[in-house]
C-alpha cells in the first residue's frame, strides 16, 4: 500500500504543487510559442510527455553504465533519438499540426523540463518511480499549456478545437475576437497571471524574499 501511496505522490505532485512550470519555471518557451490553440498544445504536451517518459525509463535503466563524465552527452543523445522518432510520427499523421508546431518539437531535445528530469530523478531512481515522475511532470506541463491554449483560443479566435464557441462578426455573430490573445505577448502575461494565482493560493510556494523591507516586524530582532 506505501508503494502505491508513494507512486501516487510521485504522479500527481507534479499537477499543481510542484508544477514544472508555475513553480519550477521550467519549459515556458513553448508555453509562449505553441499555445495559440488547443490542438497545438495538446500535441506538443503529448510530445514532450512521451519523450520525457521514455527517456526517464531508458536512462533509468542504463543509470549504473553510464559514466559520470560523459552523462549529460548521453542522456542529450538518448533525447534527441526520441524527438527525432515523435517529429517523425507527427509530420506522418498529423502534418499540418507539425507545419504549425514548427522546430519547437524539434527544441524538446534542450527543454529544461526533459533535461531537468532525466539529471535530477532518473539518473538515481529505479526505472518504473522514474517514468512515474516523468509521466506526472509531464502531464503538469500538458495542463498548463491546455489552460492557456483554451483562453487564447476562446478569445482570439471564438472557437475550441475547431468547433465555434462565440459567434464572431465576421459571421454575422456578437463577438469580435481579440487578436491581441493570439500573439505571444499574450501567452507571457496569461502565464504570468496563472503564477500568481496559484502562488495566491498556495502561499508556500512563493520563493522567499532576498532582502527585508524596512517595516518588516523582523527587523526589530
Same mark, same amino acid.
Given at each position: 500500500?506505501? =508503494?502505491?501511496?508513494? &507512486? *501516487?505522490?510521485?504522479?500527481?505532485?507534479?499537477?499543481?504543487? /510542484? +508544477?514544472?512550470?508555475?513553480?519550477?519555471?521550467?519549459?515556458?518557451?513553448? !508555453?509562449?510559442?505553441?499555445?495559440?490553440? @488547443?490542438?497545438?498544445?495538446?500535441?506538443?504536451?503529448? =510530445?514532450?510527455? =512521451?519523450? @520525457?517518459?521514455?527517456?526517464?525509463?531508458?536512462?533509468? &535503466?542504463?543509470?549504473?553504465?553510464?559514466?559520470?563524465?560523459?552523462?549529460?552527452?548521453?542522456?542529450?543523445?538518448?533525447? =534527441?533519438?526520441?524527438?527525432?522518432?515523435?517529429? /517523425?510520427?507527427?509530420?506522418?499523421?498529423?502534418?499540418?499540426?507539425? /507545419?504549425?508546431?514548427?522546430?519547437?518539437?524539434?527544441?524538446?531535445?534542450? +527543454?529544461?523540463?526533459?533535461?531537468?528530469?532525466?539529471?535530477?530523478?532518473?539518473?538515481?531512481? #529505479? #526505472?518504473?518511480?522514474?517514468?512515474?515522475?516523468?509521466?506526472?511532470?509531464?502531464?503538469?506541463?500538458?495542463?498548463?499549456?491546455?489552460?492557456?491554449?483554451?483562453?487564447?483560443?476562446?478569445?482570439?479566435?471564438?472557437?475550441?478545437?475547431? *468547433?465555434?464557441?462565440? !459567434?464572431? @462578426?465576421? /459571421?454575422?455573430? *456578437?463577438?469580435?475576437?481579440? +487578436?491581441?490573445?493570439?500573439?505571444?505577448?499574450?501567452?507571457?502575461? &496569461?502565464?504570468?497571471?496563472?503564477? *500568481?494565482?496559484?502562488?495566491?493560493?498556495?502561499?508556500?510556494?512563493?520563493?522567499?524574499?532576498?532582502?527585508?523591507?524596512?517595516?518588516?516586524?523582523?527587523?526589530?530582532?
Amino acid at each position: 500500500m506505501s =508503494a502505491r501511496t508513494g &507512486l *501516487w505522490g510521485i504522479l500527481t505532485e507534479p499537477l499543481i504543487r /510542484q +508544477n514544472p512550470v508555475t513553480l519550477q519555471i521550467l519549459g515556458i518557451c513553448s !508555453a509562449l510559442a505553441v499555445t495559440t490553440s @488547443v490542438a497545438t498544445a495538446l500535441t506538443m504536451s503529448g =510530445a514532450l510527455t =512521451a519523450v @520525457v517518459v521514455l527517456s526517464a525509463g531508458v536512462i533509468s &535503466l542504463i543509470r549504473r553504465h553510464i559514466p559520470d563524465s560523459i552523462r549529460l552527452i548521453v542522456q542529450i543523445v538518448i533525447v =534527441a533519438s526520441l524527438v527525432i522518432v515523435i517529429d /517523425q510520427l507527427l509530420q506522418a499523421y498529423l502534418f499540418e499540426i507539425s /507545419q504549425r508546431l514548427s522546430v519547437f518539437v524539434s527544441l524538446i531535445t534542450t +527543454n529544461c523540463l526533459v533535461l531537468g528530469r532525466t539529471e535530477s530523478y532518473s539518473r538515481h531512481n #529505479p #526505472p518504473l518511480r522514474a517514468m512515474v515522475d516523468a509521466l506526472g511532470n509531464g502531464l503538469g506541463y500538458s495542463l498548463v499549456l491546455t489552460v492557456i491554449g483554451a483562453i487564447r483560443e476562446l478569445f482570439g479566435a471564438g472557437s475550441l478545437l475547431g *468547433w465555434q464557441v462565440f !459567434a464572431t @462578426v465576421d /459571421q454575422g455573430g *456578437w463577438y469580435t475576437p481579440l +487578436n491581441l490573445m493570439l500573439l505571444a505577448p499574450s501567452a507571457f502575461f &496569461l502565464l504570468g497571471g496563472l503564477v *500568481w494565482a496559484i502562488r495566491s493560493i498556495l502561499p508556500d510556494q512563493a520563493e522567499a524574499l532576498d532582502y527585508l523591507r524596512p517595516d518588516d516586524p523582523e527587523n526589530a530582532a
